[in-house]
């Protein structure tokens, strides 16, 4: 029979070992369970794989043989459609390949009609009405040189939609093969004016390619023009540094309703932009301009530009409220003591309008006021602003800041102007190939960044929501990768800016930055002083038992 004392060490050990038993076993798993952080799958492989970006652009081409073009043998060897391809390395992660689907047909009877319109501005809006195009499209006519619809010395014209008019001189003798190499020059001249070229696509991939790779034209545009965004604000500022002597007046409402807000209409499919107006007074430069002696006025230099901008923009407050980047306009009226005041340009001539523009930040313009003997005893004067004037120089520092730059084209081709709309439909397309390439690099980096950030942070919540919207993001990009192959301009940038929302959402969750701080040295230190007390005992029993266990191992062996 078992003594008390036996009976009591017993049942301490089997206590002793069934908490060891539980600790171990079913609490050491729950507390490691219950204290990971939550990492939702990501698709790692398919994100590796967007950065080696490899595109594929294609422009679908319509080339339209009006009659007497080419000759009837010339006509009956002119194939249905075409397919001319050239690729480009940019670096070693980045490839592009430029390929236009060509089509040829002949002209239809209304069509017919159409080019022999009284002018070429009617020609282009009746083809326009005939066939408007698809988005990233280029429609080509080809016209024979008697039709005398072109002017003398003008080969192509562009018009203000998808259309252009190329005239060839009929040469029967010449086999079509010939004829056929004469047109291709032309019309891949034609379609790269009007869609893309590689300095514009590696504009739009800027971030990713070697400044060397650029041409000097090229990358200034890049630097010019403003990121890709779903939304801007653009803010009309009057500045009035001198009140007592000028009383300003400008119908702002009105001169943006007329010219700023059909340019906004045609850009809506781009971006949605805001606008707004105000009006500063005693906001001066922060430079001091030069009195010319020659020509009694005050000359601001173009290495002062600069130093103007610093100034008068902490009197704007507008940046910093916005959530989209802020386009801002100046228009300033220099005080009596400095008018007139002129801008000099890098060799010392004036600048013509008088204005400046800042890269992805805005423009001003210097509006100088003509006094009368009158005037000039009556102060303040009333100062109506030709806004005429002043919206044509803002106009074209707004396209500047898009990125609708000046196309580079031969001497025999003539462009027809956009109009009041301020855009022209080619030129719409061409900003959408642009900022479609630029979204789809800037979601590869973004994805590439934050895979690589959680990847190397292993204590980083990933939740469901940061997960789905990564996976829309890389299906996104795909989808505009695959758009783009196929020609559909328009689809192609629609997924590409959901492309640009997923990821930032993904980027700028909060949930990211909760344990950000939290490092499993930290998570050891706060929980070891709560079981460090209890697993003492639990330790010292385990230990106890084991020596325990050695020495009756050993007795039998002294016996024996």
Known sequence: MASPVSAEVYRGKCAAHTIAVIAIVVGLPLWWKTTETYRASLPYSDIK???????????????ILAKGALSLEQLRKVPSSDLKERASQLNSKTTYKRRYEIKYRRATPQEEEALGGPSLKDCDEALYHLDRGTQGSVTIYVISESSALLPQGVGVYIGSHRTAVMEIEPLPSLKAEAVLAVVDKKVEQIVQAMSFTDDVITAALSDRIPIGRFTKEAYADSRRAFKSSPGYEMTFSLLNPDPKSHDLHWNIRGAVDDYIQPFLDKLAPVAKVSVDSQILYYAVLGVTPRFDKASSSFILKSHSLPHVINPIEARLGSSAASLYPVLN?????????????????HDGSPVVTNAFHSPRWG??????VNYTEKQERDFPVRVDIDMVKVMEVFLTQLRLLFGIAKVSTPEDFRMESPGNEGLSDWELDRLLWTRTVENIATVTTTLTSLAQLLDQIGNIVINDNVASEVYLAVS???????HLESGRLEFAFQASKEAIASSEKAFFDPSLLHLLYFPDDQKFAIYIPLFLPMAVPILLSLLKTAKEYKQRRKEPTKED
């Open 329 to 345: 306009f100046l228009l300033y009226v220099p005080e009596y003591s400095h008018s007139p005041l002129y801008i000099q340009d």
């Open 476 to 482: 996104a990009v795909h989808l505009a990768v695959s």
């Open 49 to 63: 794989e967007l950065d080696t970006l490899s595109l594929q652009l294609t422009v679908p081409v319509e080339i």
């Open 363 to 368: 423009g001003i313009m210097v509006y100088n």
